[in-house]
């Protein structure tokens, strides 16, 4: 136990100190990419502050991989430096036992990573960027007009002249029924349909419904069995389009499953989504390998660990943005597309702690 306390000692604070250096680094960054046009707006301090501080948690959720990856792998390779991996090695302690702690530290921080970016990093970057946007006089709108969305697989099509996200309303809005052989079943026109969010559907009101009778339409109220169906969230019909990345992972499946539903492409998004679960294992993996790199060097410590830390995080990054490409275009799975980088440097760092010398 006073080897895992004084292990802890002797990562943490340094893991601390990188990540409030790292997270500094990316804030003041985005605060001089953007300070000539606050200047230019006369934005006042207390909003440029404001902006900061939303940008906070996307700052941390970047640096803890960079941060926890060089205090470990300095404070290791010091260790080393100064004989003392030697003296534990040689009273039967082996690498693998005495970096167990920090392996399960690495995991906890993995799966906190996640629930931190879906709980709060969305949220928080999402009003950074509204503010930040309003603040260098961006526009942005959500409206949308002329919309046409297919739903399950193309049985449902819902056309609206225009969709106003202040209300979740659809206006002057017309909704096909069509059977697995795209024969159309009825027409629904309702002047507006309003989303309901405790039953997750659209109300529509003052609707008529059209139904097909040889050459002639049969109109008539609304059949209930047909408006329970309209369920395509409310989301869908954004004039953006959805950035899967940018969302917490509820939006995200939403999204996806509009996708299947209407037959379209979601390899791309797919990914995305599975990708939101894998990276925060990054953690646990530059740990992992830094551990296996443990003992390659006695000199230029502070040196070493800064280019390992660069390039472990380098190789991750570009080995998940092929891989992803290759689950774009279909290629491999998504799944694979996210997890496989995850899955490759795991086997990799397994090897090198195999013959890392312990």
Same mark, same amino acid.
């Given at each position: 136990?006073?080897?895992?306390?004084?292990?802890?000692?002797? @990562?943490?604070?340094?893991?601390?100190?990188?990540?409030?250096?790292?997270?500094?680094?990316?804030?003041?960054?985005?605060? %001089?990419?953007?300070?000539?046009?606050?200047?230019?707006?006369?934005?006042?301090?207390?909003?440029?502050?404001?902006?900061?501080?939303?940008?906070?948690?996307?700052?941390?959720?970047?640096?803890?991989?960079?941060?926890?990856?060089?205090?470990?792998?300095?404070?290791?390779?010091?260790?080393?430096?100064?004989?003392?991996?030697?003296?534990?090695?040689?009273?039967?302690?082996?690498? %693998?036992?005495?970096?167990?702690? #920090?392996?399960?530290?690495?995991?906890?921080?993995?799966?906190?990573?996640?629930?931190?970016?879906?709980?709060?990093?969305?949220?928080?970057?999402?009003?950074?960027?509204?503010?930040?946007?309003?603040?260098?006089?961006? #526009?942005?709108?959500?409206? !949308?007009?002329?919309?046409?969305?297919?739903?399950?697989?193309?049985?449902?099509?819902?056309?609206?002249?225009?969709? @106003?996200?202040?209300?979740?309303?659809?206006?002057?809005?017309?909704?096909? %029924?069509?059977?697995?052989?795209?024969?159309?079943?009825?027409?629904?026109?309702?002047?507006?349909?309003?989303?309901?969010?405790?039953?997750?559907?659209? !109300?529509?009101? *003052?609707?008529?419904?059209?139904?097909?009778? *040889?050459?002639?339409?049969?109109?008539?109220?609304?059949?209930?069995?047909?408006?329970?169906?309209?369920?395509?969230?409310?989301?869908?019909?954004?004039?953006?389009?959805?950035?899967?990345?940018?969302?917490?992972?509820?939006?995200?499946?939403?999204? @996806?499953?509009?996708?299947?539903?209407?037959?379209?492409?979601? !390899?791309?998004?797919?990914?995305?989504?599975?990708?939101?679960?894998?990276?925060?294992?990054?953690?646990?993996?530059?740990?992992?390998?830094?551990? *296996?790199?443990?003992?390659?060097?006695?000199?230029? #410590?502070?040196?070493?660990?800064?280019?390992?830390?660069?390039?472990?995080?380098?190789?991750?990054?570009?080995?998940?943005?092929?891989?992803?490409?290759?689950?774009?275009?279909?290629? @491999?799975?998504?799944?694979?597309?996210?997890?496989?980088?995850?899955?490759?440097?795991?086997?990799?760092?397994?090897?090198?702690?195999?013959?890392?010398?312990?």
């Amino acid at each position: 136990m006073k080897l895992v306390w004084y292990l802890y000692r002797k @990562i943490l604070p340094l893991f601390f100190g990188a990540m409030i250096f790292f997270a500094l680094v990316l804030n003041l960054v985005d605060l %001089f990419m953007h300070i000539a046009t606050y200047l230019q707006n006369n934005v006042s301090v207390k909003d440029i502050a404001m902006v900061m501080a939303f940008y906070v948690p996307k700052t941390v959720w970047y640096a803890v991989p960079v941060a926890i990856l060089f205090s470990t792998s300095y404070s290791l390779s010091d260790m080393y430096a100064s004989n003392e991996l030697e003296a534990l090695f040689a009273s039967g302690v082996s690498l %693998f036992r005495f970096t167990l702690p #920090v392996l399960l530290l690495s995991v906890l921080l993995s799966f906190g990573l996640f629930f931190f970016e879906n709980r709060y990093v969305v949220s928080t970057y999402e009003k950074k960027t509204e503010l930040q946007d309003r603040l260098l006089n961006k #526009v942005t709108n959500e409206n !949308n007009s002329d919309v046409i969305v297919l739903s399950d697989n193309g049985r449902i099509v819902y056309k609206a002249r225009r969709y @106003i996200e202040s209300t979740k309303k659809l206006s002057d809005a017309y909704f096909v %029924f069509r059977d697995d052989n795209k024969t159309l079943l009825a027409v629904i026109y309702a002047p507006s349909a309003f989303w309901d969010e405790e039953n997750l559907k659209w !109300n529509v009101q *003052g609707a008529l419904q059209y139904t097909p009778s *040889g050459q002639s339409f049969i109109t008539g109220e609304p059949d209930s069995a047909l408006t329970d169906a309209l369920t395509e969230s409310y989301e869908i019909f954004r004039k953006t389009n959805v950035d899967v990345q940018s969302v917490s992972a509820r939006e995200a499946k939403i999204y @996806i499953e509009h996708l299947k539903k209407a037959g379209l492409p979601y !390899n791309e998004q797919l990914s995305e989504y599975y990708k939101k679960f894998a990276f925060p294992f990054i953690v646990f993996i530059v740990v992992f390998l830094s551990v *296996g790199l443990t003992g390659k060097t006695k000199k230029n #410590v502070l040196l070493i660990s800064l280019a390992s830390c660069i390039s472990a995080s380098v190789l991750f990054y570009v080995t998940m943005m092929v891989t992803m490409v290759f689950a774009k275009h279909g290629y @491999i799975s998504p799944f694979m597309g996210a997890w496989f980088p995850v899955i490759f440097y795991t086997i990799a760092s397994v090897i090198l702690l195999r013959y890392s010398r312990t």
